[in-house]
Structures are given as structure tokens and as C-alpha cells.
């Protein structure tokens, strides 16, 4: 089936550790994304990008970084300048129009990574 | 940046009535209007879309209008039914925004039988 894969599924963080959630998609979309969601919040854009070996910051990119090296590959690593890194991750993915027309397409999400601070 | 406001937080309703979810945004150049779905321990789903040349769509139980003057869109559930039950986002995009979304805080909708 195709979609969107996150992993792992729960992930403990120490203090002055980075770590790096996985987001691979075999949907062949070329856009991908992470937000990041806190209990009773909306979900936060932290990068976005629309090809490969392309990216951008999102409104929260701070003490995040991320690689885009393969089509289907978008992985995000937390690095320990983020102090308050306990959230939901989640990456999700899309089509942008091609063709010289640009416009939204629907994103697809994961089941999202949960992070947490031992 | 956008700015989307999502009303109400919470909304509790019985099987087979109607539920109203309303959403605001701030940005007059937005174009795309989604609507997720989110389970507990999920990613969302999405359930309806719709784009800033329409002003309503409907699929089956779920409908959904918008408004670009007033900067307003809606969904409407009818005929609820217990597994509706979970947290509702709305999203605006605007043009040359990368297509990422700005999102709702959500709605926690609770069907009770």
C-alpha cells in the first residue's frame, strides 16, 4: 500500500542529545513536510520541501535541521539547541501542481513521532 | 503570516444531530481550505477540501461552505454517529506559502449515543 511511514513511533530524547524521526512516503510526491503538534495546539510548520536537495524553514525551525537527499526521504533531527522538544512530530506529503500551474494539493500525513525528555 | 481561528474547542452532541465547526482566517490571498480529521495516537486524515473558486462542497454527511468575504469557512456533519467522534482541523493555505499549512488549534467533537 502506499503512504507515509514515520518511525519510530515513541522516542525518548536525553538532555544535550540530538535525535533524528524518519519520514519516508512511496506516494512519488515530490513536496514533503514536518509540523510539529503540542496537546491542544494546532500543528506548527517546522520545514518544508517542494524538491529534492531543497528545503525550507518553516515558523518554528529552530533547533531543528533536516536533509532532503532522496525523493522519498524527508528525516528530521531534533538537535539539543531545541530546549523544549517534548511534541508530536509529524511529516506529511504532496503534489504541487506541475505544468507551469502552481496550486495546493491535498497533504497525506504518518501516525506522526512521539518525542519525549527522559 | 496567516492567522486561522477555529471555534468551538469543544462541541458535544447527540447521535443524529447536526454538528458546526467554524473557522476564520486572515490573509485574503489564501486559496485552499482543508479539513483533517485526527484519531487519538494518529496523523490526521483528510476528510473534505475546498478551493477559493467555490463556495460550498459536500460528501455525503460532510459538507463544507466558505465565505472569502468575511474570510470564513465551515463544516457541517449531519446524521452524527459515534465514530465521528475525534479532533477536527481546519487549515488555510496561501499562494506562494510552499502549499505548508497554517492550521486551527482544532475541535474536539464528541458524538454520545
Known amino acids: 500500500d502506499g503512504g507515509i511511514t514515520q518511525s519510530p513511533k515513541y522516542l525518548f530524547r536525553k538532555e544535550g542529545q540530538n535525535v533524528t524521526l524518519s519520514c519516508e512516503q512511496n506516494?512519488?510526491?515530490?513536496?514533503m513536510y514536518w509540523y510539529r503538534q503540542d496537546p491542544g495546539q494546532g500543528l506548527r510548520l517546522i520545514y518544508y520541501?517542494?524538491?529534492?536537495?531543497?528545503?525550507q524553514k518553516g515558523d518554528i525551525a529552530e533547533g531543528y535541521s533536516v536533509s532532503r537527499e532522496k525523493k522519498e526521504s524527508f528525516p528530521l533531527t531534533v538537535t539539543s539547541a531545541q530546549k523544549n522538544p517534548t511534541a508530536f512530530y509529524l511529516c506529511?506529503?504532496?503534489?504541487?501542481?506541475?505544468?507551469?500551474?502552481?496550486?495546493?494539493?491535498?497533504?497525506?500525513f504518518g501516525d506522526g513521532t512521539r518525542l519525549s525528555i527522559l | 503570516g496567516e492567522n486561522v481561528e477555529q471555534h468551538p474547542s469543544t462541541l458535544s452532541v447527540q447521535e443524529g444531530d447536526s454538528a458546526v465547526i467554524k473557522c476564520t482566517y486572515s490573509d485574503s490571498a489564501s486559496n485552499y481550505f482543508p479539513w483533517y480529521k485526527q484519531e487519538l495516537g494518529k496523523g490526521p486524515q483528510l476528510i473534505i477540501d475546498?478551493?477559493?473558486?467555490?463556495g460550498e462542497k459536500k460528501d455525503q454527511r460532510i459538507a463544507v461552505t466558505l465565505n472569502k468575504t468575511a474570510k470564513h469557512f465551515s463544516l457541517h456533519i449531519t446524521e452524527t454517529q459515534p465514530e465521528d467522534s475525534a479532533v477536527y482541523f481546519c487549515a488555510a493555505s496561501p499562494p506562494n506559502s510552499g502549499y505548508a499549512l497554517n492550521f486551527g488549534k482544532g475541535t474536539s467533537l464528541l458524538v454520545t449515543p
Open positions: 520541501s517542494q524538491i529534492v536537495n531543497d528545503f
Open positions: 506516494l512519488n510526491h515530490d513536496a
Open positions: 475546498i478551493r477559493s473558486n467555490v
Open positions: 506529511a506529503s504532496s503534489i504541487p501542481t506541475g505544468g507551469g500551474k502552481r496550486s495546493n494539493q491535498p497533504q497525506h
